[in-house]
């Protein structure tokens, strides 16, 4: 009962921080990174200890999932040189300077627990950056390169933390022979991923029920995460290849009155996930701290600043030089490849921001119990990883909104125009399906003209946004309202738009950003059919 008291009260706690960041446009995180460190103080605090197996399965799977859900695999492949670069990359030099860094405060670390806790604290939390971000409206590709890279750091970032976690185990070090070990690990990872997610897509389609639905796609992301780990495959990479195969074709077999409350519980999900996992660090640290004397304080201190101070570095040097290096590259060659600008090198450079992926890796390492040995310097990695997690969310996180605007890096409209011509285009396909069905009456009459009235408005703020520019607001959310006439008709009309979004998709015309967004839209338009024809026929459905 008292673990069920505190689970509560932590949530509503996560609740009101998060209220409370937004007001001040600082990533939630932050805050509750802040009190995850206080509870591991606060004198007659209960100890809670949670499995190390479990870490990276209840807290990474799902958040991952969603995020790789989200993903447009279009500006993936327009931005694939930068997003590469800070997933293998920028996380690679992170593992060296950091496991150098800590070799030289602890030289009789081994070295294998030294990369173990640089693969730890390498992958950034993009959601605490964009979760500020998206306030602002920078440019869309700044997002992209974030969000394209928290998919893939993560995946190479535990690939070198369980190897590392294998040297460890076996007395050795890593070396070349751990080469064809990673390439089976991702060629296996990714075709298990659309193996997976090709069975899920059958099981889906067979689901009516919304609570049933939901249960479904929760218990089919713990299992292909856990089918991946126990096949010795990467859990990481099995999860975004199988979120981003699922995502092309979900939206058709997924209707709108599923779809919307889904995305709902997914969101509620993915924040108390995130809040559990801070303050359970908090907790853990508890027993930790608990044997610390006042040089163990100021020794683990000096340890976790040298380690954060590292980990900044590192990134900031790769994306500064990355980018530096391709402009002049650019120059030399006169090529016409998109580049980062200095100061969006800058702003990527500061968003390193840590979270809940070093949290479940440092909470998974092993804690000597069951016949395990334990993880060499368990008690300094744990402490160093939650304290470069609160540095940088505390440090970066809390300056990110005024570097943003002394940067003025300034949103170039390009999802706003997507969404703009996305709605004409699906508008225009629900008119011509309404011209070719059949009907004569006067509420067929109306339908035609009602998607012809929207056609024409819609039109309109294409236009009018084309001549005034980038950075214009995208005027009012939705042109479509509750249909209230031939519910044949309406649903042919809906339909051919549905089916026009996902072409407009699938040939690169607009992005997933500006496709979930006119989605969204038509899912309400959709419910708002359905509760009128329901109206409309009492005593049916």
């Keep these: 009962m008292l673990v069920f008291e505190i689970v509560i009260g932590l949530l509503l706690g996560g609740a009101g921080l998060a209220a409370l960041s937004r007001r001040l446009g600082t990533p939630y995180p932050a805050l509750v990174a802040l009190a995850g460190a206080v509870l591991a103080l606060v004198p007659g605090s209960p100890e809670l200890v949670l499995d190390p197996e479990l870490a990276l399965t209840l807290f990474v799977a799902p958040v991952l999932l969603d995020a790789a859900f989200d993903a447009s695999p279009r500006d993936l492949r327009a931005n694939w040189r930068p997003v ?122 067979l689901v009516e029920d919304v609570s049933t639905a939901v249960i479904t796609q929760f218990g089919s992301t713990f299992a292909v995460w856990m089918i991946a780990e126990r096949l010795h495959l990467s859990g990481i990479l099995t999860t975004v290849v199988y979120a981003m195969t699922i995502s092309r074709t979900a939206s058709t077999l997924t209707p709108a009155r599923i779809r919307i409350p889904s995305y709902a519980v997914w969101e509620v999900a993915t924040f108390v996930l995130n809040v559990l996992a801070f303050v359970l660090v908090g907790f ?54 998109v580049t980062l600008s200095p100061g969006a090198a800058v702003l990527v450079g500061w968003c390193g921001m840590r979270g809940i992926v070093t949290l479940a890796a440092a909470l998974a390492l092993p804690t000597g119990h069951d016949g395990v040995a334990a993880f060499p310097y368990r008690d300094l990695i744990l402490f160093t990883s939650f304290s470069v997690v609160l540095g940088t969310l505390v440090v970066q996180g809390m300056t990110l909104r005024p570097l943003m605007t002394r940067l003025k890096l300034d949103d170039d409209g390009e999802v706003d125009h997507e969404v703009r011509l996305a709605r004409v285009e699906t508008l225009r396909a629900g008119l011509e399906a309404t011209q070719e069905a ?39 959310s939705s042109p479509w309202g509750p249909p209230t006439a031939d519910a044949e008709m309406v649903r042919a009309a809906m339909a051919a738009g549905r089916k026009r979004l996902a072409d407009l998709r699938a040939d690169g015309t607009i992005g997933d950003a500006a496709f979930q967004q006119v989605e969204q839209e038509l899912d309400w338009s959709e419910l708002d059919l359905q509760q009128i024809l329901r109206s409309e026929s009492p005593g049916q459905g």
Excluded at 96 to 119: E, N, T
Excluded at 122 to 133: F, G, I, N
């Design 84 to 205: 590469a670069g800070l997933a293998l990359g920028a996380v690679v030099l992170t593992v060296i300077a950091v496991a150098v860094a800590v070799r030289w405060r602890v030289p009789a670390m081994p070295w294998a627990a030294a990369i173990a806790l640089g693969a730890i604290v390498a992958p950034p939390d993009a959601a605490a950056a964009t979760a500020v971000l998206k306030q602002l409206k920078p440019p869309h590709r700044l997002l992209v390169i974030l969000e394209g890279e928290s998919l893939f750091n993560d995946a190479s970032a535990l690939l070198i933390y369980r190897l590392a976690l294998g040297a460890v185990a076996a007395g050795g070090v890593l070396g070349w022979s751990a080469v064809p070990t990673l390439l089976i690990v991702t060629v296996g990872s990714l075709l298990l991923g659309v193996v997976l997610s090709w069975v899920s897509l059958r099981i889906n389609f």
């Design 284 to 337: 853990q640290l508890k027993t930790i701290v608990a044997r610390f004397d006042r040089e163990t304080w100021l020794e683990y201190g000096a340890i976790a600043g040298v380690v954060t101070g590292a980990a900044i570095l590192a990134r900031f040097a790769w994306v500064m030089g990355a980018g530096a290096l391709t402009r002049w590259r650019q120059r030399k060659s006169m090529s016409t490849a």
């Design 438 to 476: 059949p009907g004569t009456t006067e509420m067929a009459t109306l339908v035609r003209r009602r998607y012809e009235l929207q056609l024409r408005r819609a039109r309109q703020t294409l236009e009018e946004h084309s001549h005034a520019g980038p950075g214009t607001q995208a005027g009012p």
